[in-house]
């Protein structure tokens, strides 16, 4: 599996960045030191966070032919049919259109019946917004990022709390991660026990932006390198903390 890829599948977006000296407050005019364009989006991000640690990896969704677009669709059915799975070690899914990746899904979970465990493509999803039918994911992944955001909806106050809360959707034997920012990162595995990493903040807070898709393509990149649990846990807070102390990804792994 040594040199298979990983595919992350979602959107690509251009963030446009505005710096300023501190936090504006509600109503107030600030002045912006200065102003910079960057790709975005979860799923793309995450491509590049493995790629700058040296992961083969591959993203999946739609590009637009100029610098700014609208309107461009999620990755169908239909699209991922034409993917050679047997490229692909793991494939991550930022949930979207998940009526639509339920079916990609399914049909990677077809493939891998075929072939003996460790050949098999490991499957990881990324629920991260508060849209009811995102959450028909849960039981689709051998790994499930679930977001703080996703966790207060619900009602619990603590990464601790929604692995608990969460845990009972999984499929067995998954494994569920839950980051709560400055607070660090939960997980819980097949065997029920919760383990955690502290975070580790940068010196100076520069730039949170894609800090979440950063800790998951950490995560990811441990785990596919057969690192354990408590192992990538802790490598994606660390890595999520360095990005939060520079401006973009550059210098991440410094």
């Given at each position: 599996?040594?040199?298979?890829?990983?595919l992350?599948i979602?959107?690509v977006?251009?963030?446009?960045i505005?710096v300023?000296n501190?936090?504006p407050e509600?109503?107030?005019?600030?002045?912006s030191?200065?102003?910079r364009w960057?790709?975005?989006g979860n799923?793309?991000?995450t491509c590049?966070?493995l790629s700058l640690l040296?992961?083969?990896?591959?993203?999946m969704?739609?590009?637009?032919?100029?610098p700014?677009?609208?309107?461009?669709?999620d990755?169908s059915?239909?699209d991922f049919?034409?993917?050679?799975?047997?490229?692909?070690?793991w494939?991550?899914w930022e949930?979207r259109?998940?009526?639509?990746?339920?079916?990609?899904i399914e049909r990677?979970?077809e493939?891998?019946?075929k072939?003996?465990?460790k050949?098999?493509?490991?499957?990881?999803?990324?629920?991260e917004?508060?849209r009811e039918?995102?959450?028909?994911?849960f039981?689709?992944?051998?790994?499930?990022?679930?977001?703080?955001?996703?966790a207060?909806?619900f009602?619990?106050?603590?990464?601790?709390?929604?692995?608990n809360?969460?845990?009972?959707?999984?499929?067995?034997?998954?494994?569920?991660i839950?980051?709560?920012?400055e607070?660090?990162a939960d997980?819980?595995?097949p065997?029920?026990v919760?383990i955690h990493?502290d975070a580790?903040?940068?010196?100076?807070?520069?730039?949170?932006?894609g800090?979440?898709?950063?800790?998951?393509?950490?995560?990811?990149?441990?785990?596919?390198n057969?690192?354990s649990?408590?192992?990538?846990?802790?490598?994606g807070c660390?890595?999520?903390g360095?990005k939060?102390g520079v401006?973009?990804?550059?210098g991440?792994?410094?």
């Amino acid at each position: 599996m040594g040199d298979k890829k990983i595919l992350s599948i979602g959107l690509v977006c251009l963030d446009i960045i505005n710096v300023v000296n501190k936090y504006p407050e509600e109503d107030t005019d600030t002045r912006s030191l200065s102003q910079r364009w960057q790709r975005g989006g979860n799923a793309s991000n995450t491509c590049t966070v493995l790629s700058l640690l040296g992961a083969p990896c591959a993203f999946m969704g739609s590009l637009a032919p100029g610098p700014v677009a609208e309107n461009l669709p999620d990755v169908s059915v239909e699209d991922f049919s034409k993917v050679d799975l047997s490229q692909y070690k793991w494939i991550h899914w930022e949930g979207r259109n998940a009526e639509e990746q339920v079916k990609m899904i399914e049909r990677v979970r077809e493939y891998n019946s075929k072939l003996e465990e460790k050949s098999r493509i490991t499957i990881s999803l990324e629920i991260e917004k508060t849209r009811e039918h995102l959450y028909q994911l849960f039981p689709l992944g051998d790994l499930v990022f679930v977001s703080k955001d996703v966790a207060r909806h619900f009602g619990f106050t603590s990464a601790a709390a929604a692995l608990n809360g969460f845990y009972g959707r999984l499929r067995k034997g998954a494994t569920l991660i839950c980051a709560w920012a400055e607070k660090g990162a939960d997980a819980m595995g097949p065997d029920g026990v919760i383990i955690h990493s502290d975070a580790f903040p940068p010196e100076k807070l520069v730039d949170t932006l894609g800090a979440g898709d950063t800790f998951n393509a950490s995560v990811i990149h441990s785990l596919s390198n057969g690192g354990s649990l408590q192992d990538a846990l802790t490598f994606g807070c660390q890595i999520a903390g360095k990005k939060c102390g520079v401006h973009g990804y550059d210098g991440i792994l410094h």
